[in-house]
């Protein structure tokens, strides 16, 4: 693997229509209003955001996941509106095993169905397996959530099974339905990807491929 390095202070995933930026303490205020409706937190370990404070706490607790380098967490900007608007990450990096998974991604109710979560996912993706050469990439969305199921099946992900009492943070412990795309199959996944976005925007305008924007911090 080119190599699971640390990556800059700040830096971004940009994309058409999101951009994915190190998550941080100036995001609590977007992500508690984003994350406001309990429906968003069904899936989740735990129930939501009751107030910034809370929001302020889940970010302290990725980012310290992200000191010990296990995890790699981003707020998902909305580009026309400026604000964060969801989350998603890295996680379980295993740079001995070239291996990585995406999880922990949630949207705001108004950003969903969007082609948000769809250009994230790309945009991740095109990073892991260009940027960091992993050899593959995990998914685990719960078993009984069909619409994250059917989501990463028109991704190109593919299903191996049902992990059972996956995660022991819930109760019962849930059983998770594993997915992964490798990376000999990448070019035909980020493929289909693109004809995907094409499509849905009615456009002969070139998909904006991922770029790694460092920025300055302020």
């Known amino acids: 693997m080119h190599a699971f390095a640390q990556e800059p202070n700040e830096h971004a995933l940009i994309g058409s229509l999101a951009e994915l930026v190190t998550l941080d303490q100036p995001h609590a205020a977007d992500l508690f209003e984003a994350g406001r409706d309990p429906a968003i937190w069904r899936w989740m370990p735990q129930p939501g955001f009751h107030s910034v404070e809370d929001a302020r ?17 981003y707020a998902i900007i909305d580009r026309k509106s400026g604000r964060a ?19 922990w991604t949630w949207l705001g109710v108004g950003a969903q169905r969007t082609g948000l979560n769809y250009e994230a996912k790309f945009l991740l993706l095109q990073h ?13 969305p719960d078993e009984q959530n069909g619409r994250a199921r059917a989501a990463l099946v028109r991704l190109g992900a593919t299903y191996e099974g049902t992990l059972r009492s996956h995660r022991a943070t819930s109760d019962p412990a849930r059983n998770s339905a594993a997915y ?25 305008t070139p998909f904006r491929l991922s770029v790694l924007a460092t920025r300055s911090a302020r």
């Open 57 to 73: 706490h889940w970010i302290a607790r990725s980012l310290d996941a992200a000191a010990h380098g296990s995890e790699q967490p």
């Open 85 to 103: 608007v969801g989350s998603t990450r890295f996680m379980d990096i295993r740079p001995e095993e070239n291996a990585l998974e995406i999880g």
């Open 128 to 140: 892991a397996f260009v940027e960091w050469r992993a050899v593959r990439v995990a998914f685990f």
């Open 180 to 204: 992964s795309i490798l990376a000999d199959q990448w070019p035909q996944v980020r493929t289909n990807i693109e004809q995907r976005m094409l499509r849905a925007r009615n456009t002969r």
